[in-house]
């Protein structure tokens, strides 16, 4: 949010873009037994929680950054989702030649062989954003059962990068139920997988869908998809998102 706040300081235009324009919207009554949750979303943030007593569902989530580098020259500076874009870079760097081969769906991030449906001026090469509900989403790439336990180890760090924002216990309860369905985990990349390169990743499972993407300006001038615009979402596939399927577990 106060990435938001910068922005709007780079294009003098603080008045609709800053760290508080965001929408609230509260669903229910808090109660520690009753279910409930909020929602949180506007400019690269969209958070949606659901609690119903100790069990807590925070899903869908989008969050992004244009540009990625707070530079003020103060104690705020920082340089946001490196860890994902790091942790993702080094799994795909540590596969063979063979398996990075048929883990890249396209060469190119928009690439001549992709069909029109495969990006969208919004959303670029996220499959999962906005709109799309319970998607029916192939998979692609590679499966994770081929990697050895170094490279499960990354997958698992990328993985943990994305669900840093849930508390301990729910953030632990979570990484163990997606390490359970690793055989049936699978990574596909589009772009390269050199230090400096572009790219887009997505991890997908029963339980997981995970999608990071390097992109185009849209405020700041760059045609070509850049390092210092990034999208990310977060998914549970098979209808837990929005805490559905625990809801409907609890109206039984």
């Known amino acids: ?8 300081e780079l294009y003098d235009l603080t008045n609709i873009m800053n760290r508080w324009s965001f929408h ?24 949606c929680c659901f609690i119903t007593g100790r069990q807590l569902v925070i899903a869908p989530t989008f969050m992004g950054v244009e540009p990625n580098v707070i530079a003020r020259g103060d104690e705020s500076d920082c340089v ?22 048929r883990a890249t769906v396209y060469q190119q991030m928009e690439d001549p062989l992709m069909p029109p449906e495969r990006f969208n001026f919004a959303d670029q090469r996220h499959l999962a954003g906005a709109f799309q509900d319970n998607r029916v989403i192939p998979l692609e790439g590679i499966c994770a059962a081929e990697f050895d336990a170094p490279q499960r180890a990354r997958l698992m760090q990328t993985i943990a990068a994305f669900l840093d924002f849930l508390p301990d216990g729910p953030r632990q309860a979570r990484l163990k139920q997606i390490e359970q369905h690793l055989e049936s985990t699978w990574w596909s990349w589009i772009g390269g997988c050199g230090k400096d390169d572009v790219f887009y990743y997505r991890i997908q499972s029963p339980v997981v869908l995970l999608e990071f ?40």
């Open 24 to 47: 609230f919207m509260l669903f229910g009554e808090p109660s520690a037994t009753q279910p409930w949750g909020w929602n949180i979303y506007g400019h690269h943030v969209a958070f």
């Open 213 to 252: 993407d390097h992109h185009s300006g849209m405020w700041l001038t760059n045609e070509e998809p850049a390092r210092f615009h990034i999208h990310t979402i977060t998914r549970i596939p098979n209808g837990n998102d929005y805490g559905k399927a625990l809801l409907m577990q609890y109206q039984k």
């Open 1 to 8: 949010m106060d990435a938001n706040q910068f922005l709007g």
């Open 80 to 101: 946001l989702f490196t860890e994902e874009e790091q942790s993702g870079l080094a799994l795909m760097q540590s596969l063979s030649p063979e398996q990075q081969a």
